[in-house]
């Protein structure tokens, strides 16, 4: 959802349905990053993350067609500016040089956005779903905004195991103010 975006909101279902576009149009764009994330990677251990989530965010596109169906409407994309900009940070992450453990972490760093991001919009859904009382629909999203909660805990983890403490090469000095 645009931040000046001219959607109308009548009531919660026409968020909700807004919302869920949004996400099945950020999900979409995440299937295309991932293997460019995965293939930029050198850790071994990062690209398996990145392999096991593009086929959860596959599961993720499955699901919000599903719930478009439960719904009666059709899945339709709108599109998702925030996304489209973490994908372009990522893209920076994907093209720079250097030190490959270091670029391994700027791509978790970038892909760590993406998972708060969507974390931050499958609660919202979810919420609203709950409200409605769409309560199926509701334990959908949050099976979903579960996976990506363990997501972004694997790369923590994924993170914390390619640079060791110690090993983090030239630091920069504190600013004495």
Do not use: W
Not at 44 to 71: G, Y
Not at 135 to 163: F, P
Request: proline residues 2%.
């Amino acid at each position: 959802m645009g931040l000046f975006s001219n959607s109308q909101f009548n009531n919660l279902n026409d968020l909700l349905i807004e919302q869920l576009q949004d996400l099945y149009d950020a999900e979409h764009r995440l299937t295309e990053a991932l293997p460019l994330m995965r293939d930029a990677a050198s850790s071994s251990e990062l690209k398996n993350a990145f392999d096991m989530h593009l086929e959860e965010t596959r599961n993720h596109v499955r699901r919000l067609e599903n719930i478009f169906a439960q719904l009666g409407i059709d899945a339709e994309r709108q599109t998702c500016p925030a996304m489209k900009g973490l994908i372009k940070e990522g893209q920076e992450m994907i093209d720079a040089e250097g030190d490959p453990a270091v670029k391994d972490s700027a791509l978790i760093a970038a892909a760590q956005r993406v998972e708060h991001y969507e974390m931050a919009g499958y609660g919202s859904v979810r919420t609203f779903a709950r409200r409605l009382g769409l309560g199926q629909i509701a334990d959908t999203l949050q099976m979903t905004l579960d996976e990506e909660g363990a997501a972004d805990k694997k790369l923590t983890q994924v993170a914390e195991n390619l640079m060791p403490a110690g090993v983090v090469g030239h630091t920069v000095a504190a600013a004495h103010v």
